[in-house]
């Protein structure tokens, strides 16, 4: 029997309860991974922190960080808390560089993620009653695992596509009329034009709303899908490290994604200190995991930059909202000393009209940087004359240096020429690094 995941006794609980709960099942998880991960442990006693220190989540700041390189270093079974017989699943990162993270779970982990994923699906209005379209890949990455296990749990009839063959989940999405689209933003902007293209009117398809996320994107991309598709777009977060899509997810207010704090606590540091930062103020993602038997992270250093609210939030629930990730800092590039993110170049392009299809290239010549910017014009830009193209040319160049501080050159290139994505999309070619 499907149960009601939207589990108001713990979403809503006032914020002293989930200090109180925090702080309880932090001091039973520090213990669990000083007994049993003897990599932690050797970063505990170098710290000169025992398990008696951590009293509550007041605490927390005293235990060391674990990093990206921590994962590479203890891959594939150093950050292992349970035996390996006790675990059923392994997921994956897409890594594209170095050794891919390898995330053991238990079956007790794989529960209370999908569960975080059915809140996810619940939030956004799902029921039992919905056809729920999973287009996010299946296999080692865990967004097509972890939509699927929770639109189950929902009781939603679940359609596992995973990404791929457009036309294919168009039929299907049509045919068996699905409610809920699970999928990245930039897939679910290519579906949105493919219907069109198809022939299709945005209240042709029945869907309501839509579950995005695995990458970032913008407000400005946000209204776009919406107006494509005919639905209301949420944003879900997550990531393998910490178990998946589904660490925090946005409700109908669509304001800010809630991070499901009875199962992960999250802090803000100075991303060059380490210092925590205040609520409110901008810095990197760290979550230290306080239910996870079989892969607990501690106080991990996403490297995502964001906010924390705990203003209180329209649709009741109580839990601690992030802002949407403005990237990553090792997606944040440096272009002559200025730091560039993709998603300002996104929300110019999509003030001015333009689609989200765009590559940055940035290079180095004779030791200056160049940022190039691709951008593919709409269909009736096609027939203007070269005057007017470059025209455009120079009037989004002239918009992007306003928003980024330095210039860029723009070329506007034929419509579809940029390759579109079925998952994460690749928007920026750092071409120094070859150099280097
Ligand atoms: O991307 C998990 C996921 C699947 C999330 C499906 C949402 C939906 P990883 O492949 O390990 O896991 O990548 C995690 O992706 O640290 C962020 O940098 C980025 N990311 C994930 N969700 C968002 C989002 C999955 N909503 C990394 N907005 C994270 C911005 C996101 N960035």
Redesign the pocket.
């Known amino acids: 029997m499907a149960q009601n995941y939207y589990q108001k006794e713990a979403e809503t609980m006032p914020y002293e309860q989930i200090r109180a709960l925090q702080s309880e099942k932090l001091v039973k998880q520090v213990k669990h991974v000083y007994e049993n991960v003897p990599y932690y442990r050797d970063l505990m006693d170098k710290k000169g922190v025992k398990p008696e220190d951590i009293k509550g989540v007041d605490d927390l700041h005293k235990l060391p960080f674990l990093t990206k390189a921590d994962l590479r270093e203890a891959y594939p079974y150093g950050l292992l808390a349970k035996p390996l017989s006790d675990c059923v699943r392994i997921q994956s990162?897409?890594g594209t560089t170095g050794k891919r993270?390898v995330a053991f779970y238990t079956q007790n982990d794989i529960d209370m993620w999908e569960e975080c994923c059915a809140r996810a699906i619940v939030a956004v209005g799902g029921t039992k009653e919905d056809v729920c379209q999973v287009c996010?890949g299946y296999g080692l990455?865990?967004?097509g695992p972890?939509?699927n296990g929770g639109s189950h749990k929902v009781g939603c009839l679940t359609l596992p596509m995973s990404s791929g063959n457009t036309e294919r989940q168009i039929q299907f999405m049509m045919d068996l009329k699905s409610n809920i689209l699970c999928c990245?933003p930039s897939y679910a902007a290519y579906i949105g034009e493919t219907l069109k293209e198809m022939g299709y009117k945005p209240e042709d398809n029945h869907l309501k709303a839509g579950?995005?996320?695995?990458?970032?994107?913008t407000e400005e991309m946000r209204r776009d899908i919406e107006k494509s598709l005919g639905i209301k777009a949420y944003?879900?977060?997550?990531?393998?490290?910490i178990s998946?899509?589904?660490v925090s997810f946005e409700c109908q207010a669509q304001n800010g994604?809630h991070i499901n704090e009875d199962h992960f606590i999250a802090e803000i540091i100075d991303p060059e200190t380490g210092e925590v930062l205040p609520e409110g103020e901008k810095g990197e993602l760290v979550f230290t995991c306080i239910d996870k038997e079989a892969f607990p992270m501690m106080r991990y250093r996403?490297?995502?930059i964001c906010v924390l609210s705990r203003e209180q939030c329209s649709c009741g629930r109580t839990f601690v909202r992030m802002r949407?990730?403005m990237g990553?800092s090792d997606?944040m590039l440096i272009i002559r000393g200025v730091n560039v993110f993709p998603s300002q170049i996104e929300t110019v392009l999509i003030q001015k009209g333009y689609s989200s299809n765009y590559l940055i290239e940035v290079d180095r010549v004779n030791n200056n940087d160049t940022l190039d910017v691709l951008v593919e014009m709409n269909p009736e830009h096609f027939s203007d004359t070269v005057k007017d193209i470059e025209k455009r040319e120079r009037d989004l160049a002239d918009a992007m240096r306003t928003m980024l501080g330095i210039g860029p050159k723009v070329h506007l290139v034929a419509p579809k020429s940029i390759q579109r994505s079925e998952g994460?999309a690749v928007r920026v070619i750092d071409k120094r690094k070859l150099h280097d």
Do not use: C, H, Q
Not at 211 to 217: K, N, Q, R, T
Not at 235 to 241: K, R, S
């Open positions: 990162t897409s993270v996010y990455f865990t967004g972890g939509l990245t579950i995005f996320g695995a990458e970032p994107w944003d879900i977060y997550g990531l393998t490290e998946g899509p589904g994604m996403t490297r995502d949407k990730p990553r997606d994460k």
